[in-house]
């Protein structure tokens, strides 16, 4: 209270890291926080499962650019490193290719040089060309743009003539290609973009920065899995006053004309607030929270038109054993890398063929699974619902064909080891996650649909109304949705001038 007014209230919907992010935020700017969540707990997508022992994060487990998380404690008057105990990971990602061969992906520049000799000895040049490219992608991409609004054609205009020299046209593939000639090298350099749910043929080559970006700054893992990163922020919103309020959905955004005043959630409970934040996806908060009589930009229609990213198909399991080969972050390459994503991507159709990305945290953090076991999740890129697959059928002869593959490569004997296991996929995505279209990761990044023509941090068609996370600018990954709450600061009225 500030004499005998009280603060101005700012509801956030949905408590991913987005929602988390921009809470803090908020509250360090003299708002008082309500953010609500759907689920039982927090988290959203960073859910975490508990099964048998084992502890499952649900969702985003690369951590990057950790500054964005440190910034936030340092907001609310703490020291991450006081709560959150971030350890570095190496490599960065084993890469297993459908032969056997394998590429340890790692920051250390002399060490990748040894590995491009090794793979593909023709392209070392090309491979520290790519690196510098990607480093100069990274200082206008990240540093300058991650951050601004763009929110009118103006900010777009200005950047275009950086976005040109840059090639920002090519897809992230067309550039990688330009520098380097092995297939498979090609495929090490390009992958990227499959983790914020971006095809690395039609993705923008803007996201060529995470290379310079990863190596900035380290691959990281917070002990006791980003679940206590989520933990962690819950405790800052609460020592700033806030609150976290779980089991309660957010069923519309209530309105003034065209202005937010709060939301009402399914239980009929209407809640006041002089702003409005969105963390549940953009596409679903347009076509579901907001009447559409006031969409004159987000209208069904066009939501319609949007390309979205792909879904995922995620199996958790425990195994009564340790697999000590295998790696804290492993991609497993497919025999096709094209034409899978073609069949994901554009023809929306589950191919027979696929490729993993295979976690085990318990390479870092042995506490996640109990002592002599190892916790993994094992991820696969698989169309959105446009697909028309119908997962209740097909979940588990899928999850059985990566079962099959894992023993027959990564860990043998794997069927009779398993001790836990739950899988998710994009019907989940949808029923539980509200992720339109089961896409995982909202709007796929294509150039047509990245900055000012994604969904703006203010939004076009509500007064009052923000949106944050991987659905809106700058896009999915954690540096993504953390840098969409750092928006905030920009387009937010202070809470003093709502006084």
């Known amino acids: ?77 703490r020291r991450m490193s006081d709560d959150i105990d971030m350890r570095p990971v190496t490599p960065f990602y084993r890469i297993r290719f459908h032969d056997g061969a394998v590429f340890d992906y790692t920051g250390d520049a002399a060490a990748m040089r040894k590995e491009v000799e090794r793979l593909a000895p023709g392209d070392v040049e090309g491979y520290e060309r790519f690196i510098r490219t990607s480093e100069e992608i990274f200082k206008v991409g990240f540093e300058e743009l991650a951050h601004v609004p763009f929110g009118s054609w ?24 330009k ?37 900035k700054w380290g691959v990281h893992f917070p002990m006791g899995g980003t679940g206590a990163l989520v933990k962690g922020l819950v405790r800052l919103i609460e020592g700033q006053g806030g609150e976290v309020r779980c089991n ?20 009929g409970e209407t809640i006041a607030a002089d702003v409005v934040v969105s963390n549940a996806d953009s596409a679903w908060t347009y076509r579901h929270l907001v009447d559409e009589n006031v969409r004159k ?36 390459l497919g025999p096709r890398y094209e034409g899978l994503l073609d069949d994901i991507f554009q023809r929306h159709v589950l191919a027979d063929d696929f490729s993993l990305y295979l976690h085990r945290p318990t390479a870092t953090d042995p506490s996640l699974a109990p002592e002599g076991s190892d916790a993994f999740y094992v991820l696969s890129p698989v169309p959105n619902l446009s697909s028309g ?52 990761f909202g709007m796929e990044p294509v150039l047509t649909q990245s900055a000012f023509f994604r969904p703006h941090n203010e939004s076009e068609d509500v007064e009052r109304l923000y949106i944050v996370g991987a659905g809106t600018h700058p896009g999915a990954g954690l540096p993504g949705v953390l840098s969409s709450a750092r928006v905030l600061d920009r387009v937010v009225p202070d809470a003093a001038s709502l006084h």
């Open 1 to 77: 209270m500030q004499g005998s007014t009280p603060k101005p209230h700012a509801v956030v919907i949905g408590s991913g890291f987005g929602g988390l992010a921009a809470a803090v935020r908020l509250g360090a700017r003299g708002y008082r926080v309500t953010v609500l969540e759907k689920l039982d707990v927090p988290g959203g997508r960073a859910y975490v499962h508990r099964i048998n022992g084992f502890t499952f994060d649900a969702g985003p487990t690369v951590i990057t650019a950790p500054f964005l998380l440190e910034e936030l404690w340092t907001l609310a008057g």
């Open 248 to 267: 309660a959905e957010v069923k519309r955004i209530l309105l003034a004309g065209r202005k937010a005043r709060g939301v009402e959630l399914a239980s």
């Open 179 to 215: 520098h380097v000639k092995d297939d498979r090298l090609r495929q090490v350099m390009s992958f990227h973009p499959l983790l914020v749910g971006g095809n690395p043929f039609s993705t923008t080559s803007i996201y060529t920065l995470i290379a310079f970006l990863e190596r």
């Open 389 to 440: 697959t119908n997962w209740e059928r097909e979940a588990e002869p899928y999850r059985k064909r990566i079962e099959r593959y894992l023993a027959e490569t990564l860990m043998p004997g794997l069927e009779k080891e398993i001790v836990a296991s739950r899988v998710t996929h994009p019907q989940e995505f949808q029923d539980r996650l509200l992720s339109f279209r089961g896409a995982a």
């Open 297 to 332: 930009r987000w209208t069904n229609e066009r939501l319609e038109k949007q390309r979205y990213s792909m879904g995922l198909f995620v199996w958790y399991f425990g195994t009564k054993r340790k697999y000590e080969n295998v790696a804290h972050h492993t991609i497993c």
């Open 154 to 177: 103006w900010d777009m205009a200005k950047i275009v003539p950086d976005m040109m020299k840059l090639e920002s046209y090519r897809s992230v593939y067309n550039l990688v290609a």
